[in-house]
């Protein structure tokens, strides 16, 4: 993998996220919220996947991220909605990051051992 791609890659999602941290902390929360539930990372993931594997790769790919979204990060954004109130946005953050971490590592462990969307 070249360099220049890494710079690509890193920059685009750089912007992606500051577009979102910029929109929020100028009080536009709906666009904020609308573009954080855009799937920004895998869009600019799978276009490179897809220029540098092609389709199968990013169908695959797709596949593994659906299923692991679904053990994992609907628990984490579960976890952090049901805390923050509670116990701080903070607490709340990282008691989710707690939760999704358990269950992706996990997850990643038995798609491995399964050979899952390989």
């Keep these: 993998m070249k360099l220049s791609s890494l710079a690509i890659y890193f920059v685009t999602g750089g912007l992606f996220t500051a577009a ?19 799937p920004v990372f895998t869009l600019v993931a799978y276009f490179f996947i897809g220029e540098a594997a092609g389709g199968n790769a990013v169908s695959q790919h797709a596949k593994w991220v659906l299923v692991g979204t679904l053990v994992s990060w609907v628990p984490y954004m ?6 923050a109130p509670r116990i701080g946005a903070r607490n709340a953050i990282l008691a989710g990051l707690g939760i999704f971490l358990i269950l992706a590592l996990s997850y990643v462990a038995i798609a491995n051992r399964l050979k899952l969307f390989q």
Excluded at 27 to 36: D, E, M, V
Aim: overall charge negative; charged content about 10%; hydrophobic content about 50%.
């Design 20 to 38: 979102i941290v910029a929109l929020e902390e100028s009080g536009h929360r709906t666009l904020s919220g609308f573009a954080t539930l855009m």
């Design 78 to 83: 579960l976890g952090v909605a049901y805390l």
